[in-house]
């Protein structure tokens, strides 16, 4: 019995699992077109924010992958479910240190208020970083005067690195974070993996028992302990950030250790 029949559902992470870049990992693309005949269920949930929902899904859907952006998650969509249940009516003003396209997308949002850096620092409630590969010195002065001035903080990931197609890992947005960190002695609030309340929207999205999914990530630190925090069993996939030996000196391991999806429709592996 391969490990497919042993789910229901399925969570995927996008970088170093499904695509590296603009490329296709080898075997994604046929691993989710099987699992959607097989009418699983599935969903994609990234700590790169980069892009938008609509924009994730359309990226996939460009590579042949089935995907709605209801199937797209990421650390905004736990932001934005934060505030909309705040009991405070207030909309929030927000400086964003995002992607110019994800900037766009917030400024619609009318549950917050996107705010200039240098006019309204004093006045942000929330300092927000994101995917940015603008981020400058005055970005990160004005994060930090806003977060002296009493702003929360958060972070959509605290990852320093990811995968990428030039052959090596790449800067991520935990550098910029821990830059702001150093600056002023703050914590950022993580809203990516491994943060459990990311997982919770993922699982209530596909609406099955925890014991019914699986988790496919690159990342031992974000995918696989996340995954161990919410009670959830994962796979890590050796097609990303991570390989075998760097499980040598972890706690929290995964079920499986594959060396692509290949492997998943492969009985050795159950």
């Known amino acids: 019995m391969s490990i497919l029949r042993n789910y229901s559902g399925f969570i995927l992470d996008l970088d170093g699992v499904i695509y ?16 959607n005949q097989l009418g699983m269920k599935y969903v994609f949930v990234t700590n790169d924010c980069r892009l938008s929902a609509l924009q994730y899904s359309q990226k996939l859907r460009n590579f042949g992958i089935p995907c709605t952006k ?30 110019k396209k994800v900037r766009r997308g917030l400024k619609s949002n009318k549950d ?14 929330i300092v927000l970083v994101a995917g940015s590969q603008d ?20 972070a959509t990931s605290k990852d320093y690195t990811f995968p990428s197609n030039y052959g090596h890992l790449v800067p991520g947005t935990g ?3 821990a ?41 031992i630190q974000t995918d696989i302990y996340g995954s161990k925090l919410s009670r959830i069993d994962s796979a890590l996939v050796l097609t990303g950030k991570n ?21 998943i429709f492969d009985s050795k592996n159950s």
């Open 20 to 35: 590296l870049g603009n490329q296709l990992v080898p075997h994604s693309k046929k691993y989710v077109e099987r699992i």
């Open 70 to 99: 209801e199937q797209i998650i990421t650390p905004l969509s736990v932001l934005l479910d934060k505030l909309t249940n705040k009991s405070s009516r207030k909309t929030p003003g927000v400086l964003a240190f995002t992607s």
């Open 112 to 125: 917050i208020k996107i705010l200039d850096p240098e006019k309204d620092y004093k006045s942000a409630q």
């Open 135 to 154: 981020f400058n010195y005055m970005d990160l002065m004005y994060a930090c005067l806003a977060i002296q001035n009493g702003a929360t903080f958060y």
């Open 175 to 177: 550098a910029i974070v």
């Open 179 to 219: 830059a702001i960190e150093k600056a002023t002695g703050a914590n950022a609030i993580n809203l990516g993996k491994p943060s459990k309340t990311i997982f919770d929207i993922a699982v209530k999205f596909l609406g099955l028992k925890r014991s019914k999914i699986l988790m496919i990530g690159d990342n």
């Open 243 to 263: 390989r075998i030996k760097d499980l040598k000196n972890v706690k929290f391991k995964p079920k499986f250790v594959l060396k692509n999806l290949k492997e």
